[in-house]
């Protein structure tokens, strides 16, 4: 029988989570969730945590759904721990994204500015969950969705010395829940691969003869259609030019780097209404909670799909379903590259298509890039490696570092005037700066 911990129960998404259990009762003997929060988090907890044992209880089953602030009790011997926790909550993610802002740069919960000091705020975090985990769950696999995805599993592996670890992120899942009907296909007919790093991977597509049809799905995904973007990231449209040089899709995230003015102008705006994403994700969550304080409600409201994480369920759940089972799922997951990805370093994670069975993931090889995308990977991954070091160390020049080589900071004054900003606005999250 199962104990199953999510750190950060207290989210939003929670009943994602539990839905995705619930359809997967079959596959899963479960029987124990912990959702594990903070002092902080407590009314939160309690809300989404009544509401996820309605929905248990309604699907006619006697899981047990335990709400706790003490995660070591949660954590002893936990067969799956997940983790969506936001160090410093919804408060930090606005300074996160209106300091940067404030001097027209881009404000994004996992890209510049803001994505390096999540990671700052987030390492110190983690790696104390893995160490309670060596301790209270040896066996344990750590599902991790707490952002930045890739960096966070980065530091898990490389600093936290443990290799039981999955990274995972709704984008890929979204493409191939999306994409296939673009061109009159179901996804068991195609065959996806996909490699990069989290929320900077491209990917490529064949049908069931062999033929490759990337290009096919680059002409639907012009003209009108989003298909397949997270509702957090506006939608400026890449160049068709560009796609056709580059002969592969690539996720929405690259906006910011292809697009990178207009998306900075689009961000200014939106700061000046004081609607950044931030600002508008607390209101969605206000109105999320609103739905679980109903005492009848007992099902996934459809409103979670305002939130840009919508579908993460699938990704999470099939991820344990796999390893439980041994199903050898093709998964898109952050993983240890071993090669994979050979114009990335071997023994650093990567966000590639891979097999997932009871040994963990098993990577596809996904072959080199073409000179373009292999620059662009080459630089962000190095960055994240100089990120998470920093965020391990406290070393205030390599956060200069980091900060000089994210492309969507201009270098100089200003560059480390909002990193002075964001140190001392987030000091109470960074006790190794
Ligand atoms: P949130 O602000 O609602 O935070 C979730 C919970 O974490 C809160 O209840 C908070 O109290 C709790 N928390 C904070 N610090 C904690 C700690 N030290 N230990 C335990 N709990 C703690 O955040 P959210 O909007 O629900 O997002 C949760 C996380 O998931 C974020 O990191 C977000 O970036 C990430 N996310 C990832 C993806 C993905 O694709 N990987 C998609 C969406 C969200
Ligand atoms: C996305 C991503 C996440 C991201 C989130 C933001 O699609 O994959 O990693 O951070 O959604 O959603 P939100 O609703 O919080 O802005
Ligand atoms: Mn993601």
Redesign the pocket.
Known sequence: ALKLVT???????TPELIEGYIKRREQLPIKEIWL???E??ME??KIVGAMAQRMVKAAGLDWEVHLTLD?QAALKDADFVST???????PA?IKDERIPNYYGLIGQ??NGAGGIF?AFR?VP?ILDIVADMKRLCPQAWLIN???P?GMITEAIRTYGHWDRVI?????PVMAMLSEPELIGKTLDQLTYKFAGI?HFHWHRVWDESGQEVTMTIIDKLFGDNDAGLPTNIFDVPFFKDQLAAMRMIPCGYHRYYYRQEEMTAHGLAEYRENKTRAQQ?TQI?EELFELYRDPELDYKPKQLAE???AH?SDAACEAIASIYRDKKTHMVVSTLNQGSVPDLPSDHVVEVSAQIGAAGAVPMAFGHFQPAERGWLQLMKNMELVIVEAAVTGDYGLALQAFTMNPLIPSGATAKRVLDELLIAHQAYLPQF
């Open positions: 750190i950060g129960g207290g989210s939003s998404y594990v929060d903070i902080a988090g939160k907890l995660r969506q926790f936001r160090v410093g909550r919804l993610r919960e996992t999540k987030t975090v969705f707490t952002n995805s990274g995972l992120c709704n984008v989290d994700v969550e939130r840009g994480g993460y």
